[in-house]
């Protein structure tokens, strides 16, 4: 009699080999979702860890003295006048300014020349004092308290990006600068805020990062939302009712949904050629305009929510077409009164999950040159170009549009732009899966 | 006559039509309406439909007749007599919503059944509006080919198919060889499935078979988060945060490169915006396969792990198969991440073996060449500019053959066990 090799109790050795490759298969698995979720973490983190630093600004506080003599050599206040005295010559007012509160405070660091610390303040800051003088001229001839924004280095100073040892390399900030900065900190007249401008200022140029804004980028984005909702929601229903409803099975309706199933999955980025092609080139509209932006955005966006259209539109259940027939309803009244109306939450969810995605796109938009500088906020109609025919740029072309420049101070800026982006989305795909919780209804 | 003043008047014709059908109907029966064919309302509703609809076909057709008159020859006369009445178009339009409502209302009498007809109506729209996925693929294939024609009038076919060297001149004499670019695309693309398909199949395997419910309802949804995310998100991912990891602590200790952006940098990112992608694909295939068939499987004694490898893999793999070159065909139309990401330098491919396959090198793909050829000045007539649309094209055709094969082996597993 041969004696068994193992039992329950005792594996043998193959057991406990196939027992090892189990255990190893699992782990597998494991750590597969591991390396998901470490990823979508590493991600978050990073972002946000680049990001959140651009939604505070340092900013000085001085008194500046506004000297009539200059500011308004007609002495009458006259706008005219006034309107030509350009921001040059507030960049030395302002200079003086900041030596003058140095001065009162009694603030005092060795190395510093006047040009050194004029370089403390943004270049974007006499600009911003010549608008308010132009928006209140009486304040000329007084001493007004103002706060200007620091320069992108100094700011970089206090969120990690500059420190004393880089001052010493870097030919844009002296580490005596910085010193004063700090000064300044502790008396109180240099502070870092909440950075509202960041949402609402346009783009910036190049050498000041300090004052770049997302206002044009936010307002571009929602009018493209708004053309892409207003274009492709009607004709993704209008094509979904046609095709799930009355369609005859042909050869034409076999190609169109081939054609749909297609276009879901054609590279982004030849929509862009198409839309540069087609609206720009032949049709003749404006470069960097929302409306290309959104129509281009609108046949991307189609064929997701006409996938999504016709699985509401499919799991309405047919009692409810019948009922309608039978008393005496049309085959589109049936639809339009009955089968759309309980379909509805299906088709929002899903529409509102083509519009995040659409707001997401990049590439196509810079085939169509929403990558432009553009610092006017574009209006939504004027008789030249029509309806949101003024150059603009979106979110993430803005978030690109950043990554190209010098500054290291930009990427700050672009990931506080994705942080932005990340949070619409994160609203709309909120909205969507509420929606579909309190009015999806299973039959 | 301005396109804002045919707008107002085709409005009025068709308010004015909805009451005048719908009021004369009514009144050819006295106001009873148990007498008449359709209910009043779409006696008027007929009508206002007979001034919308022709007088926007016929705007759309004129204008488009006027846009195609400014480029081809053909069309000369349309284009002398659009210069001549330039408010021809809207006109042409308001003229048809005139007809058409006097038609409408002329046939408004008690046994006009307006219901049917204006229905047709919708019907009309509805199909105009699904026609619209058809009229953007020939439109995309149109804008390309055109395009790509006239590249290949100035620049050879053969030196753009087999062209080893990518290097445009806007001074002209470039050499503009798609092959370089080619190679980056799937040297990146293999190394981003590389990396997604092992993760995510995995992935979808221990969701399908071993988690309970509850790990279930919370990595499914967390996993898929990554599909949502914009692929600027990771561009900028790979530039700022993965591409001097790699270069600092793989490729410079290693002395293959010291370039921030490179294949790994690109084709890593990539492939984690794949793996929800392959994981969620994957996941729909496996669950659709029979439990019966697992059931015999370990009733045999094989372990779970057995089963899955040598039941429940086999009988998904064409699925997997098809989720795998879904996924390929996203990693080769990616564009954000490969800007951001790869470099815009094209691969060298005269310079042996090792420049070539070395994937710490920058290396550039189709699609960044298209974005640098068509973004900042450009010249519709140079072929430096126009060779994008040839990339496109090439683009277009690799992606749809892909998605078509996917396509179709997926439909075909599925009808297996149905």
């Known amino acids: 009699m041969t004696t068994p090799k193992g039992s329950l109790l005792v594996q043998d050795a193959r057991t406990r080999k196939r027992?090892?490759?189990?255990?190893?298969?699992?782990?597998?698995?494991?750590?597969?979702?591991?390396?998901?979720?470490?990823?979508?973490?590493?991600?978050?983190?990073?972002?946000l860890g680049n990001g959140t630093s651009a939604f505070r600004q340092t900013e000085i506080a001085m008194n500046v003295t506004l000297p009539e003599a200059k500011l308004d050599k007609s002495g009458t206040r006259d706008m005219e006048v006034m309107k030509k005295v350009t921001t040059l010559t507030y960049g030395p007012i302002l200079a003086q300014g900041l030596a003058d509160t140095l001065a009162a405070e009694g603030i005092v660091v060795e190395g510093l020349t006047a040009k050194d610390i004029d370089a403390m303040i943004s270049r974007e800051a006499s600009a911003q004092l010549r608008d308010r003088v132009l928006a209140d001229p009486s304040l000329v001839g007084a001493t007004v308290a103002i706060t200007v924004l620091a320069s992108g280095r100094i700011d970089g100073y206090y969120k990690g990006r500059v420190s004393m040892e880089s001052a010493v390399l870097d030919s844009n900030v002296t580490p005596a600068q910085l010193r004063l900065a700090d000064a300044l900190k502790d008396k109180g007249l240099l502070v870092t805020k909440f950075n509202w401008d960041f949402l609402t200022a346009p783009d910036a140029s190049d050498q000041r990062p300090e004052a770049a804004g997302l206002g044009v980028a936010i307002l571009g984005s929602a009018y493209m939302m708004l053309v892409v909702l207003v274009l492709a929601l009607p004709i993704g229903v209008a094509s979904s009712i046609y095709l799930e409803e009355f369609a005859p099975k042909n050869r034409w309706t076999d190609l169109i949904?081939?054609?749909?199933?297609n276009l879901a999955a054609v590279p982004s980025i030849v929509f862009g050629i198409l839309g540069l092609a087609i609206f720009i080139n032949f049709a003749g509209l404006r470069a960097s305009a929302p409306i290309v932006g959104g129509l281009v955005l609108t046949l991307m966006t189609l064929p997701t929510i006409i996938i999504s259209t016709r699985a509401a539109l499919k799991s309405v259940p047919p009692s409810i077409r019948d009922a309608a027939l039978g008393v005496g309803a049309s085959k589109m009244q049936a639809v339009f009164h009955h089968v759309l109306p309980l379909a509805a939450p299906g088709i929002l969810t899903g529409t509102i999950i083509g519009l995040a995605q659409a707001l997401g796109e990049t590439a196509p938009l810079l085939l169509i040159g929403m990558v432009a500088f553009v610092r006017e906020y574009p209006?939504?109609?004027?008789?030249a170009d029509g309806l949101f025919g003024e150059p603009s740029t979106a979110l993430p072309v803005q978030v690109y549009n950043w990554t190209q420049r010098a500054d290291p101070a930009f990427f700050e800026r672009a990931s506080g732009a994705i942080i932005v982006l990340l949070i619409f989305l994160l609203i709309m795909n909120a909205v969507a899966i509420i929606l579909r919780r309190r009015f999806e209804r299973r039959w | 006559m301005s396109p804002f003043m045919m707008l107002l008047l085709v409005a009025v014709l068709a308010i004015l039509g909805y009451l005048t059908a719908r009021n004369r109907a009514l009144s050819m029966v006295g106001g009873d309406s148990r007498k008449l064919a359709s209910l009043p309302g779409f006696y008027g509703q007929n009508a206002a439909f007979a001034a919308l609809i022709p007088a926007f076909a016929v705007f759309l057709v004129g204008g488009l007749l006027t846009r195609l008159s400014t480029q081809f020859e053909g069309l000369g006369a349309w284009s002398t007599l659009i210069t001549s009445f330039p408010g021809l178009v809207p006109l042409l339009a308001v003229l048809a919503a005139a007809v058409c409502v006097t038609l409408a209302f002329t046939r408004s009498n008690p046994s006009y059944r307006a219901r049917v007809a204006s229905e047709k109506w919708i019907m009309g729209l509805l199909i105009a509006a699904a026609s619209i996925a058809i009229l953007t693929t020939v439109a995309i294939v149109a804008s390309m080919l055109f395009e790509s024609v006239n590249f290949f009038r100035q620049y050879r076919a053969a030196d753009f198919l087999f062209g080893t060297t990518w290097a445009p001149d806007f001074r002209g004499n470039s050499s503009l060889g798609l092959l370089p670019l080619l190679w980056g695309t799937l040297y990146i693309s293999v190394v981003a499935l590389l990396f997604a398909v092992p993760v995510g199949l995995f992935a979808a395997i221990y969701l399908s078979e071993y988690a309970g419910p509850k790990l279930r309802a919370v990595a499914k949804p967390m996993i898929e988060v990554l599909a949502g995310i914009p692929t600027i998100?990771?561009?900028?991912?790979?530039?700022?945060?993965?591409g001097p990891l790699v270069r600092d602590w793989l490729a410079q200790p290693l002395g293959l490169g010291t370039s921030g952006s490179s294949v790994f940098t690109a084709g890593l990112v990539m492939g984690v915006m794949l793996i929800p992608f392959v994981s969620s694909l994957s996941d729909d295939i496996i669950s659709a396969v029979p439990q019966a068939m697992r059931d015999g499987s370990l009733a045999l004694g094989a372990t779970r792990s057995e089963t899955i490898r040598q039941v429940v893999i086999p009988a998904a793999l064409p699925g997997i198969v098809g989720a795998v070159l879904l996924a390929a065909s996203r990693a080769i139309g990616e564009t954000m991440i490969v800007v951001l990401g790869a470099?815009?330098?094209?691969?060298?491919?005269?310079?042996?073996?090792?420049?070539m396959i070395n994937p710490f090198e920058a290396m550039t793909t189709v699609t960044v060449k298209i974005v640098s050829q068509l973004t900042g000045d450009t010249d519709f007539a140079a072929p430096e500019t126009l060779v994008a649309f040839a990339l496109g094209l090439t683009l277009f055709t690799i992606t749809l053959c892909l998605n078509v094969l996917a396509l179709y082996i997926v439909r075909k597993y599925r009808e297996q066990y149905e």
């Open chain 1, 19 to 47: 027992n090892a490759a189990e255990a190893r298969f699992k782990t597998y698995g494991k750590l597969a979702i591991g390396v998901g979720l470490l990823a979508l973490v590493i991600l978050i983190s990073s972002i």
């Open chain 1, 257 to 261: 949904e081939v054609n749909i199933s």
């Open chain 1, 379 to 383: 209006a939504p109609y004027t008789a």
């Open chain 2, 233 to 242: 998100v990771y561009g900028l991912f790979a530039l700022v945060t993965v």
């Open chain 2, 343 to 355: 470099g815009a330098a094209a691969a060298r491919l005269n310079e042996g073996l090792v420049e």
